[in-house]
C-alpha cells in the first residue's frame, strides 16, 4: 500500500535558522505529493506541490523537491519566521477515477522562537 | 477567494446518538472528500464521492457512516451510532478536478460523550 514517514516533532528553531523537515514514501504507480500547512485552530492548507520526479514545488519560501531514486519530498526553507509555527503535513496521491483520495503523514510540529 | 466551509465548528453528542456534519464544497468542484484527525495522530482518508455516489472508501468508513449530497451545495456525512472512539477532527476537502489540489474545510471537533 502507499504510505508517507515524516521526521518526528516537534521541531524547534530560532527565527531566521535553516529548516528542513525529512519525508519519505511507498507508493503503488506514480503518486504527486504534497506539503500541507495547519495553523493552531485551522484547516489544512496547501503549501507547495509536485507532480512528477524532479519537481520542484515552492511557495511563501519553502521548497521541496520530488526525487524519485530516494523516495524523498523533503521540506526546507532558508529563513524560518515565528508565524511559520505551524504542524506541516507530508502526502501523496495516486489518481484513479473517481479521484485521488491523499495519504497523510503523521504531521511535523514545527516551533519557532525569537 | 472561495472557501470549504464545516459546520458546526465543534459538536458534542452523547455516546449512540446520530450525527451529522455539514460541508459545503466551492461550488465549481467536482470532488468531494471526508478525512478525520483523532488527536494526535495522522489525518486519515475516510470516503471520496464523485458523480453523486461513493468512489473509493477506507476501513474505518463503516456501515456507521454514509455521505449525501442532497443539494448540490452541501455535502454531509453521517454517523448512525456513534463510539467514543468516534471523536476526532472532521475535515472536508473539495476538489476541482481530478488532477487539482485538494481545498479544505477548517474542521468539525465531534466530542463523544
Excluded at chain 1, 83 to 95: E, P, Q, T, W
Excluded at chain 2, 42 to 66: G, H, M, R, T
Amino acid at each position: 500500500g502507499n504510505s508517507v514517514t515524516q521526521m518526528e516533532g516537534p521541531v524547534t528553531l530560532s527565527e531566521e535558522a535553516f529548516l528542513t523537515i525529512n519525508c519519505t514514501y511507498t507508493a503503488t504507480g506514480y503518486p504527486s505529493l504534497f506539503w500541507y500547512v495547519q495553523y493552531p485552530g485551522e484547516g489544512l492548507q496547501l503549501l507547495l506541490k509536485a507532480t512528477k520526479a524532479d519537481d520542484k514545488g515552492s511557495n511563501k519560501g519553502f521548497e521541496a523537491t520530488y526525487r524519485k531514486e530516494t523516495t524523498s519530498f523533503h521540506l526546507e526553507k532558508g529563513s524560518v519566521q515565528v508565524s511559520d509555527s505551524a504542524v506541516y503535513f507530508c502526502a501523496l496521491s495516486i489518481l484513479t477515477g473517481g479521484g485521488n483520495k491523499l495519504t497523510f503523514g503523521t504531521g511535523t510540529q514545527l516551533k519557532v522562537e525569537l | 477567494e472561495p472557501e470549504v466551509t464545516q459546520t458546526p465548528s465543534h459538536q458534542v453528542t452523547q455516546m449512540g446518538q446520530e450525527v451529522i456534519l455539514r460541508c459545503v464544497p466551492i461550488s465549481n468542484h467536482l470532488y468531494f472528500y471526508w478525512y478525520r484527525q483523532i488527536l494526535g495522530q495522522k489525518v486519515e482518508f475516510l470516503v471520496s464521492f464523485y458523480n453523486n455516489e461513493i468512489s473509493e472508501k477506507s476501513e474505518i468508513f463503516d456501515d456507521q457512516f454514509s455521505v449525501e449530497r442532497p443539494d448540490g451545495s452541501n455535502f454531509t456525512l453521517k454517523i448512525r451510532s456513534t463510539k467514543l472512539e468516534d471523536s476526532a477532527m472532521y475535515f472536508c476537502a473539495s476538489q476541482q478536478g481530478a488532477n487539482q489540489p485538494q481545498h479544505f474545510g477548517d474542521g468539525t471537533r465531534l466530542s463523544i460523550l
